[in-house]
């Protein structure tokens, strides 16, 4: 039929979408995110496969108006349908990537690169090979160095809860010490629970990329006489 795809240009845009989403998922799995290689592969796959679906669909109704000209008025194929599912859908994907967790936010970066490889996808499966090529390099090179070209330090705030206030107050300090943490800020608090005294100190701290805001809580919360460290929402 007219225009239809021929196997090896299916073959094509199917092995191009699997490079380009594998490359990108690739990425995500180094930096251990939610969704990792096969994830990325199979939406960047899938969301090809339903735009090659969609220029078929279109070819069909080029044919068909060709075979049959009085059926011209009455054939409708709309180019952007199915792929307008494919984006308003892979939303869902992506939410499920997001996690909530001690007021922080976690996901986010990786839900974007889900729908992005989705959008990869379309152009690809489409036939948009400059669209798809460039639009990888684009984001290959945001995911992959623009941290490292653009250096942001945060603050944040982080609120811990400990006791053997002098003995305790020196392990946080070291800790952000050897971290290269800087206390932009804090509040001190103390309570009392039973005969112990709770002490509860908020840091504004600013810190660097070489160090997590999760991996900061963990360590922390290693010392015995630290009974709860949870970030807050600044």
Known sequence: MLGQLSVLNVIIRLLLAVLFSGIIGLDRAYKHRPAGLRTHILVCLGACIIAMIQKNIGFDA?????????????????????????????????????????????????????????????????????????????????????????????????????????????FIDDYFQRHDITVEGVRFSVSRLESTKIYTNVYSIDFGKNIDYVDIVEGLSMNENIIKVETINV
């Open 62 to 170: 080029l044919e068909m108006a060709r075979q049959y000209p009085q059926y011209k008025g009455v054939l409708r194929a709309d180019d952007a349908r199915l792929i307008a599912q494919v984006v308003s859908g892979i939303g869902f994907l992506g939410a499920g990537t997001i996690i909530v967790e001690h007021h922080s936010i976690r996901g986010l970066t990786t839900a974007a690169s889900l729908w992005v490889v989705a959008c990869l996808g379309i152009a690809v499966g489409m036939g948009d090979y400059i669209i798809a090529i460039v639009g990888f390099l684009v984001v290959y090179a945001v995911l992959g160095f623009l941290k490292k070209i653009i250096k942001i330090s945060p603050v944040r705030k982080l609120k811990i809860e400990y006791k053997h206030k002098i003995d305790t107050k020196k």
